[in-house]
């Protein structure tokens, strides 16, 4: 069978059965929803979360699904989460045509709402938290097409529900899909858009990667689904849309029109922004009989991880291609797994710390931070980074200081041409933690060799406490 939300359920119930759970009771979407899996997240639990009863809809909802590196892994088929960085790298390189269906073999279609039946107010649209300014879809991949090229983009928006028929589109100025838009707003023409709601972790992940041109994103997800994503036809709108979806919206983006959007809680862990934005002119809805909703869990942990795993990929992909000595990436939670970046090297000649840096700049202009390190270095261990960053780094000749260059006009202290005003600048900092080269003669670390380390085997040379046998020696007592 073709994989969809639906397999990624099973494997995850077969293979990590403990990660899901549920929840029988009517919930609230207004807050109450998000609020239970607030409560996992603060005694340090990130569970799946699937809800039987949202109050005002008749449809399931899951929530939470990429909280973990490791259950996104585990959609990949990778064993480790540094081995799933690697393979996203490769797979991204390597992406697969989409295959076009019938009708019979897209469960998308089942539903087919148009019109005045195409209402949005069924669908368990959730608030999340206190200070949003409503009802948000948040984990739909957006489908557009670039003007003039036709190239599909697909990327991953905010979306407040501002009617029935209406849903606000706040993009990134540095996202693709923003450039696209504004070709079309230049043009005075509509831009149609579809969004894709619960799918296999594949598709939003490729949605979230970052290419180096417009495009392929639909091709990515079928690299990381190890298989071609399966599409058809929209109803309304010239676009192909995902057949295996739970859920599509589809619409057009009017040009030069705006409503008031925002705030919203965003990735930083802040709320922001509000203003004018676009917004989207629900033209019809498809869906499977009995649909599952798909949210994140917006400014906590979900929104960092299902953002920064496909974001690893690339900057694995394009650093390596700037420098081949690579060993590995990170986007620590310490920094919402956005702006802080963890980057190895086997460095082979002095400047390709600097070198990796300005790669991963430009690969996510969402960083704003680098620490480049040696190879012996686990970048997925921040006691590590920080003990190099300590050790083999000084600020007068290993810092970098990049002043008002694009970033994330998401993090609060963005600025602008006017640096006391909000925009989408930020200053980025390079950290080369690295080790010089020989003929400089680094002091040696301390630690076992090498090959008693191999000899030693935890499980048979240890075992845990026993007072029966331990006591006398222990603290001399019977």
Known sequence: MPKDLRTYFDELLEKRPTDVVVVDREVDPRYEACAIVEKFERENKFPLVFFKNIKGSKFPLVINLGATYERLALALGSPTVPQMVKDLAHREHNPLPVKEVSTKDAPVKELVLKGEDADLDFLPILTHNEGDAGSYINAAALICK????????????????????????????????????AEYEDHNEPMEVALAIGHHPALNMAAVSKQAGVGQELEVAGAFLGEPLE??????????????????????????????????????????????????????????????????????????????????????????????????????????????????????????????????????????????????????????????????????????????????????????????????????????????????????EAKAPEEVMKRVDLAKDTRAYDPAKDNKVMIGKD
């Open 146 to 181: 670039e003007r003039g090229t036709n190239a599909v983009n697909v990327g991953i928006y905010r979306h407040q529900k501002q009617g029935k028929k209406q849903l606000g589109l706040m993009i990134n100025p540095a996202n693709h899909g923003n450039y696209i838009r």
């Open 231 to 444: 599409v058809i036809k929209a109803e309304t709108v010239n676009l192909m849309v995902p057949a295996r979806c739970e859920i599509v919206i589809e619409g057009v983006v009017p040009p030069k029109k705006r409503q008031h959007e925002g705030p919203f809680g965003e990735w930083p862990h802040y709320y922001y922004k509000e203003g004018e934005q676009p917004y989207i002119e629900v033209t019809a809805i498809t869906m499977r009989k009995n649909p599952i909703y798909q949210s994140i869990h917006s400014a906590h942990f979900e929104h960092n991880i299902i953002g920064a795993a496909p974001r690893l990929g690339s900057l694995f992909r394009r650093i390596q291609e700037a420098v081949p000595s690579l060993t590995g990436v990170n986007m620590p939670i310490s920094g919402a797994a956005r702006a802080h970046c963890y980057i190895s090297v086997k460095k082979r000649a002095e400047g390709e710390p600097k070198q990796a840096a300005l790669a991963a700049f430009v690969t996510d202009p969402n960083i704003k931070l680098v620490i480049v390190v040696d190879d012996d270095i686990d970048v997925f261990n921040e006691t590590q980074v920080l003990w190099a960053l300590a050790m083999r780094f000084q600020a007068d000749r290993d810092l970098v200081i990049i002043p008002n260059i694009i970033g994330s006009h998401l993090n609060p202290t963005a600025y602008g041409h006017n640096r006391m005003e909000k925009g989408p600048m930020e200053t980025k900092l390079i950290f080369d933690a690295t080790k010089p080269l020989p003929p400089y003669d680094f002091p040696k």
